[in-house]
């Protein structure tokens, strides 16, 4: 099964948009979203049946036994993050609190203890044609890209057996950027033809660069700024990288999402454009010797 990955250095650029056009040109057996900060592939692939729900579990979180405790406040001054507070009685702030253990190895009482705390929630759309793995990560958890993983392990399980598995990623170079990078045959990135989308474009070409995965790159709403998609274009070609097309803006692209659709379930410039794109995306993904 050779996995793409649909990428952008920042966010706005249009990449779910791009992919959700993918996964329907596509018709995708297996596909994920992991953008687990802020997920939202799920609005326009219609699915409707309830997902699948299990919970995550990152790192575990320090427990504070009252009746051991003696206050002696070495867990306190011992905690670099600052998650622990004297008030009427010692307690954790689980936003706070990073799972390290000082403050059980530092407890002359044996008063803390670690358990473990639920950091997100995996879910798994699934009929007998396709399957669909998303997450979403609980607010102040820190395990994004450990719950990344997960995502893709989920879905790589469920998977009927297909040749092609699309994947959105998060924005940005973070670690769910690096973690959904690991294993992939191919990424795109969606470029923006803006000064911040080039900066962070080239940023996300630097770190693919470095798990040595095939890149490609577009760019949307490439008429916004046409100076800044020739440089864009001039990048990729000094880059030896392959430029695979350009997508207007498109007013109706918004209506289309807006109504839960992608841009090429209705007749419109930017679901044409798309099109181009995708089938030079798959020649590169599948050519021979490839990916």
Known sequence: MKQLLILSGKGGTGKTTIAS??????????????????????????WNVEPEKTDY?????????????TGCDQC????????????????????????????????????????????????????QKKVFSTAQLKMGSGTSGMLVTEVKKQMKSAAVDTELAIIDGSPGIGCP?????????????????SISGISDMERIITTAAKFGTKTAVCINKHD????????????????????????????????????????VDIDCTSGTAVKEVYHKTMNLLFEQGGG
């Open 224 to 263: 916004t700024n046409i100076v800044n998609t020739e440089k864009i274009e001039e990048f990729c070609n000094k880059q030896g990288l392959p430029y695979i097309g350009s997508i207007p803006f498109d007013s109706n692209a918004v209506k289309a999402i807006n109504n839960g659709q992608t841009i």
């Open 76 to 127: 306190r001054q011992n905690c670099r993050f600052g998650a622990i507070k004297a008030e009427s009685h010692y307690k954790v702030d689980p936003f706070a609190c990073e799972g390290c253990g000082v403050c059980a190895y530092v407890c002359p009482t044996e008063a803390i203890t670690l358990v473990s705390a639920v950091a997100g929630e995996l879910m798994l759309y699934s009929d």
């Open 21 to 46: 056009a993918f996964i329907k040109l596509a018709d995708a057996k297996a596909y994920a979203d992991c953008d687990v900060d802020a997920p939202n592939l799920h609005l326009i692939t219609g």
């Open 57 to 69: 579990y990152g790192l575990p979180k320090a427990e504070i036994n009252l009746e051991l405790c």
């Open 177 to 193: 950027v690096i973690a959904s990078l690991s294993g992939v045959d191919m990424v795109l990135i969606v470029a923006e033809p």
